[in-house]
C-alpha cells in the first residue's frame, strides 16, 4: 500500500466551477504538507503549503489539513482553463530531514 | 526567482549506454534532488545531496549514481541504460534541509531503446 494515494483523474469541470481534490494518507508522522501544480512537460511547482492541521487559503486556493482523519484537500474557486494541469500531493515527517512522499497526481481539465 | 535547469528536455539512448544527466540550479542552494516520474507512481526520489561531494541514495538508487563536484550542479548518471530507465527525469533544489520548498527544472524525457 502506498503512503500516499490520490486519484489519477482526469478530473473535467467546466469553467468557473469548484474543483476538488484530495490526497489521503496512511503515515500519522506526516506534518507539512504541500500542493504541487504540474503543466504538460513542465516541472512542478509549488501551490500550498501547510503545516499540521488547519486551512489556508491564497486567493482562489485554499488547502484543507485533517490529521485525525489523514486526509488533505485543494480547492480551486473560480476554474479557469489555466487551470488545467496535473495536481500533485506531497507531505512530510517532521524531523529535520524527511523526503518528501508525492502522490501520484490528478489531472484536471478544465473545460471553457 | 529560483532558476533550475537541466541539460536536455528530451533523449534517446540506446540499451548500455552510459548517460549523464546535468542539473544546474542558480540560487545557492544547499540541497538537490534527482526524482524520476512515472504515470500512477508520481515522483520517486533516486538521490539527494546536501553538499558538495556528499550523497545519499533515495528510494530507486538502483542503477543510478550521482555526482556533485560544484554547489550549483548536480549529475545523474545511468551507468548502462535499461529500457526500464525509460522515464521522465526531474531535479529540484531546495535552500537547506529541514525548509520543504523544492524548486523542479523543466525535467528531461529519456526513452531507452
Known amino acids: 500500500q502506498k503512503e500516499v494515494e490520490q486519484d489519477p483523474g482526469p478530473l473535467s469541470v467546466p469553467e468557473g466551477a469548484i474543483v476538488s481534490l484530495n490526497c489521503t494518507y496512511s503515515n500519522s508522522a506526516f506534518q507539512y504538507f504541500m500542493w504541487y501544480r504540474q503543466y504538460s512537460r513542465k516541472g512542478p511547482e509549488l501551490l500550498m503549503y501547510t503545516y499540521s492541521s488547519g486551512n489556508k487559503e491564497d486567493g482562489r486556493f485554499t488547502a484543507q489539513v485533517d490529521k485525525s482523519s489523514k486526509y488533505i484537500s485543494l480547492f480551486i474557486r473560480d476554474s479557469q482553463p489555466s487551470d488545467s494541469a496535473t495536481y500533485l500531493c506531497?507531505?512530510?515527517?517532521?524531523?529535520?530531514?524527511?523526503?518528501?512522499?508525492f502522490g501520484a497526481g490528478t489531472q484536471v481539465v478544465v473545460t471553457p | 526567482d529560483v532558476k533550475v535547469t537541466q541539460s536536455s528536455r528530451y533523449l534517446v539512448k540506446r540499451t548500455g549506454e552510459k548517460v549523464f544527466l546535468e542539473c544546474v540550479q542558480d540560487m545557492d542552494h544547499e540541497n538537490m534532488f534527482w526524482y524520476r516520474q512515472d504515470p500512477g507512481l508520481g515522483l520517486r526520489l533516486i538521490y539527494f545531496?546536501?553538499?558538495?561531494?556528499?550523497?545519499e541514495k533515495g528510494d530507486i538508487p538502483e542503477g543510478y549514481s550521482v555526482s556533485r563536484e560544484k554547489k550549483e550542479r548536480f549529475s545523474l548518471i545511468l551507468e548502462s541504460a535499461s529500457t526500464n530507465q525509460t522515464s521522465m527525469y526531474l531535479c529540484?533544489?531546495?535552500?537547506?534541509?529541514?525548509?520543504?520548498?523544492?524548486?523542479f527544472g523543466p525535467g528531461t524525457r529519456l526513452l531507452v531503446l
Open positions: 529540484a533544489s531546495s535552500l537547506r534541509l529541514g525548509l520543504e520548498t523544492q524548486y
Open positions: 545531496s546536501y553538499d558538495v561531494k556528499m550523497k
Open positions: 506531497a507531505m512530510k515527517e517532521g524531523d529535520s530531514w524527511g523526503k518528501l512522499q
